[in-house]
């Protein structure tokens, strides 16, 4: 259910930053500069969705371990190196509660703008 809910929410803000930028950014306002601002948006939601999604998987902390390793041995930061040991990983940082509507509601937004594309 609070799936439902934050992706109505976001769904309802990707309309309204589609009008924005369509009223702002194109001279005439038309379906088809609607559609293209509505897609560009849906664009960056899936963009911000998935880089979530894939930072909560634990994509980047092989990334992040080897990083500070290297750090640690390679150079003569090892002193300073301790401390970093000691922060969180990328998947533990952040709360990635957002990650899914977002991916969601994207590629609602994603999928209706080119299905009404070929229809017009």
């Known amino acids: 259910m609070q799936l439902i809910k934050r992706s ?27 559609i293209n601002s509505t897609f560009l948006v849906s664009m960056l939601y899936i963009m911000i969705g998935g880089l979530m999604f894939v930072t909560r998987g634990g994509f980047f902390d092989a990334f992040t371990h080897s990083f500070r390793r290297f750090m640690k041995k390679g ?10 040991e000691n922060m969180q990983l990328p998947s533990e940082a952040f709360e990635y509660s957002y990650s899914e509507p977002l991916l969601i509601t994207g590629l609602i937004g994603f999928l ?9």
Do not use: P, R
């Open 112 to 120: 209706s703008t080119v299905l009404i594309s070929f229809n017009i």
């Open 8 to 34: 109505s929410y976001l769904l309802a803000i990707l309309l309204i930053i589609g009008f924005g930028f369509t009223y702002f950014y194109y001279e005439n306002f038309t379906v088809v500069t609607f």
């Open 75 to 84: 150079t003569k930061m090892g002193e300073m190196m301790d401390d970093v």
